[in-house]
């Protein structure tokens, strides 16, 4: 009942966790968008994607961290797990400050490539600071993965919302007098915070952790990097995915569709991210689980993906009817542009979403070969049609290539988790989802053809309200009724197998 408790607390921590930074987020892009321009925002995002070349470094170190510390903590080796997490800061803190001084240059070259004499000044001025942050913000996360492996995900949520507002005051102070500088320095800002402050919590929980991390270890980096060597094949091709598509958006769209580009997705990684954040509450537990017993996988997935259709399913039909809200509330109009790529992106993440229960199952058991190959088939889909259909479609051709990249890759991951482990799609597809999904197709149908749910003359302010209320009602009667709503009430969706 204990382990029970802590998982469910942990759930609910990375939910109300996502939540409050996506909240936060949509603040800072909103006045971004105000200050700056929607085509400022588009020069950040895509400095930090480049930047984010640097993660080449890792060598899946950091991948291990969350997974070694919850073993070595059942085992009862809270030693073994502190030196872990000290051997991570040590190894990555040396190899990004080598890896970011030696790709400055090549940084320099590839945004001269993406950029005109306009905006590459200003995209220039702000790439130190840039790589800076990065590194802090990759260190930092160490230090969040291992308050992962203790299971303290309340802690670790408090952090990331707090280092998340400090950024949102700090840009609100930063960007009036210095523009996009100012923007560098407030995310410099919330990762010293992090890397400060998580670091503190940690050592509360892990008494064995130096009060600076200095110690290496060769034995457990060996083990580590043994382990995330297919992560970081993963974490390699996907610079190949998000980085790439918004370095795609700025040549063949310009700055402006890469802003919008950034936002939209955001919107929707969000909203999915508060989704997926239960499944990821579960790495460590597997972790445990898997030092004695494998076969309680296929009914955690089981009940995992009958949670996902509950939850994602009506998620993504809000989203997709309140397109037009959306824009009004982050872009200040409805701006055609946006509302095609968060349509686009929604649909795609909308796929990749039922991938998660696999994705975290294969990380919380270590095997993540399966994770790897639908990174590749990713990858290669993404930068193979971003190529083509970007130069033909422009900015709609970019974000077509992602969005079937993502699709393709996903499903590849779906369909090679469960004949690995003898699922079959018939104990998936219930009939009792079959009310909700004709709800969410109904309701996403008629707000994608701009349908109007009451054919007369109405004011403005009345009718975005009757936009806002009417798929919230429909869907959430839907959910209401689910035969399943009642059965999550009493704590056994993911003890039920279908």
Request: hydrophobic share 55%; proline share 3%; with cysteine.
């Amino acid at each position: 009942m204990r382990a029970e408790g802590s998982v469910a607390c942990n759930a609910a921590a990375n939910v109300m966790q996502m939540l409050i930074v996506a909240t936060l987020l949509f603040i800072l892009y909103r006045y971004i968008n105000t200050a700056l321009g929607v085509d400022k925002l588009g020069v950040w995002s895509v400095v930090m994607a480049t930047a984010s070349a640097s993660r080449l470094a890792d060598l899946g170190v950091s991948a291990g961290v969350t997974r070694f510390v919850a073993r070595n903590l059942a085992l009862g080796l809270p030693d073994k797990a502190a030196q872990v997490v000290e051997t991570a800061v040590v190894t990555l803190s040396a190899l990004l400050a080598l890896v970011l001084i030696g790709m400055y240059p090549f940084f320099e070259k590839l945004l001269s490539y993406l950029f005109n004499a306009e905006y590459l000044p200003q995209a220039l001025e702000i790439v130190p600071y840039a790589l800076f942050s990065l590194w802090m913000t990759i260190v930092a996360a160490i230090a969040q993965s291992g308050l992962d492996g203790c299971q303290r995900m309340v802690q670790r949520g408090v952090l990331v919302v707090l280092g998340q507002g400090l950024m949102v005051v700090m840009a609100f102070v930063l960007v009036p007098k210095f523009g996009l500088l100012g923007l560098a320095w407030a995310q410099i800002g919330q990762s010293v915070f992090l890397l400060v402050v998580g670091w503190l919590t940690l050592r509360f929980h892990l008494r064995k952790l130096s009060f600076a991390p200095w110690r290496w270890h060769s034995k457990v980096f060996r083990e580590m990097l043994s382990y995330g060597a297919n992560v970081q094949v993963a974490n390699v091709l996907m610079l190949l995915f998000d980085p790439l598509t918004k370095a795609l958006m700025a040549k063949f769209g310009g700055p402006t569709n890469a802003g919008y580009f950034e936002i939209s997705n955001q919107v929707v990684l969000r909203v999915r991210a508060v989704i997926v954040a239960a499944n990821q509450a579960i790495v460590p537990k597997i972790a445990q689980l898997s030092e004695n017993d494998n076969n309680q996988l296929p009914s955690l997935y089981c009940g995992n993906i009958r949670l996902v259709v509950l939850v994602a399913l009506p998620s993504f039909t809000l989203l997709f009817a309140w397109t037009g809200l959306l824009s009004h509330l982050v872009i200040g109009a409805e701006q055609a542009q946006f509302i095609f790529l968060l349509q686009i992106s929604a649909l795609a993440w909308l796929v990749n979403t039922f991938a998660s229960p696999a994705y975290f199952l294969n990380m919380g058991v270590g095997n993540v070969g399966l994770n790897t190959l639908s990174h590749i088939a990713m990858a290669i889909l993404n930068l193979v049609l971003g190529l083509v259909l970007g130069k033909v479609y422009g900015a709609d051709g970019v974000a077509w290539s992602y969005a079937i990249a993502l699709v393709f890759g996903s499903l590849l991951l779906i369909i090679s988790f469960q004949r690995r482990h003898t699922i079959f799609w018939y104990q998936l597809l219930l009939p009792e989802h079959l009310t909700l999904l004709i709800v969410c197709l109904s309701v996403t149908l008629c707000y994608v053809m701009d349908y109007e749910p009451i054919e007369i003359r109405l004011e403005h302010n009345l009718k975005r309200s009757i936009k806002l209320f009417f798929p919230l009602f429909l869907v959430f009667a839907a959910v209401w009724f689910h035969p399943l709503t009642r059965i999550l009430w009493r704590r056994e969706v993911i003890r039920t197998v279908p």
